[in-house]
T-cell receptor, first 115, second 112 residues
Framework: NAGVTQTPKFQVLKTGQSMTLQCAQDMNHNSMYWYRQDPGMGLRLIYYSASEGTTDKGEVPNGYNVSRLNKREFSLRLESAAPSQTSVYFC??????????????FGEGSRLTVL | GNSVTQMEGPVTLSEEAFLTINCTYTATGYPSLFWYVQYPGEGLQLLLKATKADDKGSNKGFEATYRKETTSFHLEKGSVQVSDSAVYFCALSDNAGNMLTFGGGTRLMVKP
């Protein structure tokens, strides 16, 4: 029962470097999400994918790109990392039917530090 | 746009004390409301939810009632345990059900 799996769990980057956070879910969920969590600010949505083949911007998309590779996988890319992107990143997924009645299932998080 | 405001923590209680964590929201339409909990080192998990006004969500001894007149969804538990120590997030859905907006989180610490 893996659920939502994120890699890597920890990463340290230098300003200007690029990296990709990987996320995979094995629950056959249609929708997938990337959030960032910062102290006192809760979780903020970066991008989401309501279904395979579609992606949409969330609240804080600047500096990020995403790819919905297939139904299982949704990656988040930082092309040129900045210290302001130091955060804990969470991937989540949900079944079809929307979040009004469903729930989000979260991965364990990826802690990223940009020096 | 939608927003969620939670009381700032940390909230420190003794075991068996009564818990209230306040949550108020601003939204258009009729959102669903949620409480998620994050235990140390883990991702968030759904604690309870309410999908319409006056609904009460409950789970593991926690309760919250969807109050449209006061735009609130306060979390309560009659007797907390040390194992309830975690960060609690209030959230609401947009009308289309495409995304959740989270509050800033409230850390609860329960001492034996």
């Amino acid at each position: 029962n893996a659920g939502v799996t994120q890699t890597p769990k920890f990463q340290v980057l230098k300003t200007g470097q690029s990296m990709t956070l990987q996320c995979a879910q094995d629950m056959n969920h249609n929708s997938m999400y990337w959030y960032r969590q910062d102290p006192g600010m809760g979780l903020r949505l970066i991008y989401y994918s309501a279904s395979e083949g579609t992606t949409d911007k969330g609240e804080v998309p600047n500096g990020y790109n995403v790819s919905r590779l297939n139904k299982r996988e949704f990656s988040l890319r930082l092309e040129s990392a900045a210290p302001s992107q130091t955060s804990v990143y969470f991937c989540a997924s949900s079944a079809a039917g929307g979040l009004n009645t469903g729930e989000l299932f979260f991965g364990e998080g990826s802690r990223l530090t940009v020096l | 746009g939608n927003s969620v405001t939670q009381m700032e923590g940390p909230v420190t209680l003794s075991e068996e004390a009564f818990l209230t964590i306040n949550c108020t929201y601003t939204a258009t339409g009729y959102p669903s409301l949620f409480w998620y909990v994050q235990y140390p080192g883990e991702g968030l998990q759904l604690l309870l939810k309410a999908t319409k006004a006056d609904d009460k969500g409950s789970n593991k001894g926690f309760e919250a009632t969807y109050r449209k007149e006061t735009t609130s969804f306060h979390l309560e538990k009659g007797s907390v345990q040390v194992s309830d120590s975690a960060v609690y997030f209030c959230a609401l859905s947009d009308n289309a059900g495409n995304m959740l907006t989270f509050g800033g989180g409230t850390r609860l610490m329960v001492k034996p």
